[in-house]
């Protein structure tokens, strides 16, 4: 069982801290990347990833490193601020990359075009953390996680974590969230 | 009518691609109702080649502003939401009251894909103030591929034909209406979907083949 998570928030926060203490505390393989502090070089759209370098991009950044230790987890985990009821461009630029995990070719399940996933199921858990935001924007930004779920073909939860609530309630979701996982 | 000037952002990392080529279209029909368009790119302006301080006149001067952005992992791209992160911090005074609307295109068939994208921009627009007139989403772009609209037959007058009528509305300050949506739209039939498919992939075959028989289905990063 192993996990990644993909923290996207800009600054230190209790959120994030409390995420990575709890589970690095439940689970041996988890691998918290703080996206603010890595280098990694935004999606340039160079197509090469599909057919000069299959899977791979050919900028020389930190997400080779995160993409390597997603492909070979069960379970990733994506921490924003919701941003226009959406993610953080922190996490997007990772996100972006995503392509990478799924194939040039096509496939049609239940009537939609989809890419197949190149490296199998994971289970995606989406959690977005929201400061004085409405609740529809809470709801767009669960229905992005649907959406980047639906395109990889894995199952997915959505979190939406108010920071004005306390730090016991986050470690509530958590522990669910590590219930999912656990569950597979 | 007083003439307005619309600011349109071209939100692809692609200059010359399918956003480049709707807002060129939109840029040419705004010019023959007598108003004023100017495109910029947003890539610019996160590699530097354009100063971020000098949008301040430019959006002082627009009336109405424009996002057309391609989909990227659902939503806007990376660089779209940087662009957005930096207006709301730096250019709220100047953007507060003037009316926005956004074009969102993706590669796939389906338009609802681009709905968490067009809804981003809405949110953006409330958040600092702006009148948001309403988006529209094109399913497709990718097979468009930057070529212009008007080279692209009956498909291309459509979506032209789309273009004017949201056009006309966001001229006159009003909310786009659904016959502009009605008009981009292009619905597959179901007996269709799975030729389409065998296509797409003898395509991806293809091109395999033509980069010396690459294997396109590495699990590059478990090697
Ligand atoms: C990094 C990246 C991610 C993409 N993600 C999606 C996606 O999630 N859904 C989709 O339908 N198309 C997706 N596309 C396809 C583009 O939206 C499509 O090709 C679009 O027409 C490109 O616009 P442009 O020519 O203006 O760059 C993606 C393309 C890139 C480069």
């Known amino acids: ?184 | 009518m007083t003439i307005k000037k619309i600011l349109i952002l071209n939100g692809s990392s692609r200059k010359k691609g399918t956003s480049f080529s709707f807002s060129r279209t939109i840029k040419t029909l705004c010019e023959d109702t007598g108003n004023s368009a100017e495109i910029i790119h947003v890539i610019d302006y996160f590699k530097g080649k354009e100063e971020l301080h000098q949008l301040k006149e430019l959006m002082l001067q627009s009336d109405i502003i424009a996002m057309v952005a391609p989909l990227y992992s659902d939503t806007l791209s990376y660089y779209d939401i940087w662009f957005l992160e930096r207006l709301v911090s730096e250019y709220s005074h100047e953007l507060r009251g003037k009316d926005f609307f956004a074009i969102g295109q993706c590669g796939f068939p389906d338009i609802t894909r681009n709905e968490p994208l067009l809804n981003t921009c809405r949110f953006f627009a409330e958040e600092v103030g702006m009148r948001w007139l309403g988006g529209l989403s094109y399913g497709g772009g990718a097979m468009i591929n930057g070529a212009f609209l008007e080279d692209l037959g009956k498909k291309g007058e459509k979506i032209i034909l789309g273009f004017k009528f949201a056009l006309e509305d966001v001229l006159q300050g009003h909310q786009i209406s659904s016959k502009s949506q009605e008009l981009i739209t292009v619905e597959i039939p179901k007996i269709l979907q799975w030729p389409l498919v065998a296509f797409l992939n003898y395509h991806t075959r293809k091109k395999a083949r033509e980069n010396g028989n690459i294997d396109y289905k590495r699990r590059a990063y478990l090697e």
């Not at chain 1, 990347?33 to 050919?58: H, Q, W």
């Not at chain 1, 930190?62 to 994506?78: F, M, N, R, Y």
């Not at chain 1, 226009?84 to 461009?89: D, E, P």
């Open chain 1, 1 to 184: 069982m192993s996990i990644v998570i993909l923290d996207g928030m800009e600054r230190e926060n209790n959120t994030s801290s409390m995420f990575e203490r709890v589970l690095k505390e439940n689970l041996e393989k988890t691998f918290y990347f703080k996206l603010r502090d890595m280098n990694i070089a935004p999606c340039s759209c160079c197509e090469s990833c599909s057919y000069t370098t299959p899977g791979k991009c050919v900028v020389n950044d930190d997400a080779h490193e995160i993409l390597k230790t997603i492909a070979k987890s069960d379970t990733v985990i994506l921490l924003s601020p919701i941003r226009f009821g959406g993610y953080s461009s922190c996490l997007k630029k990772i996100v972006d990359k995503f392509m990478l995990l799924i194939l040039p070719s096509y496939r049609l399940k239940k009537g939609y075009l989809l890419h197949p996933a190149r490296y199998g199921k994971k289970i995606l858990i989406g959690i977005g953390v929201a400061e004085d935001v409405l609740k529809e924007q809470e709801e767009n930004f669960e229905k992005l996680v649907e959406h980047n779920a639906h395109n990889l073909q894995y199952p997915y939860k959505t979190h939406i974590l108010r920071s004005s609530e306390e730090i016991e309630k986050a470690e509530d979701e958590v522990n669910s969230i590590l219930k999912v996982v656990h569950e597979g």
